[in-house]
């Protein structure tokens, strides 16, 4: 399964289209909604930090180095796009397969 279409692979990467939601007390997966990866983001949109919360949370969370794991289009955008390495593929998939069987939270 490729998650509803919200991960795609190019040759030895991942894409991972992602909806932001900063400002929240602690980083954590919502669920999976309109083809995208909804996650909280503990950090405000200021200064590209929760950009940097958003691409530290998820390396932590796939078990990939934080360098592997980087923004590839909407900076200033609630949606986006994320570059992350072939190797976290397995795990990704687990996480949007445990979405899937849970309920939807939040917004």
């Known amino acids: 399964m490729e998650g509803g279409s919200c991960i795609r692979v190019s040759g030895n990467l991942l894409y991972l289209d992602v909806k932001a939601l900063p400002g929240a007390s602690r980083s954590q997966v919502l669920g ?8 909280k983001v503990a950090a405000a949109p200021q200064d590209g930090k929760a950009n940097q919360e958003l691409c530290t949370y998820l390396a932590k969370l796939l078990n990939c180095p934080r ?4 923004l590839c289009s909407g900076e200033k955008s609630r949606l986006k ?3 992350l390495p072939l190797s976290a593929k397995e795990k990704l998939e687990a996480l949007l397969q445990e979405q899937w069987t849970l309920p939807a939270q939040g917004p």
């Open 67 to 70: 360098k592997a794991v980087s």
């Open 81 to 83: 796009t994320l570059r």
């Open 32 to 39: 999976l909604g309109a083809g995208r990866l909804r996650v």
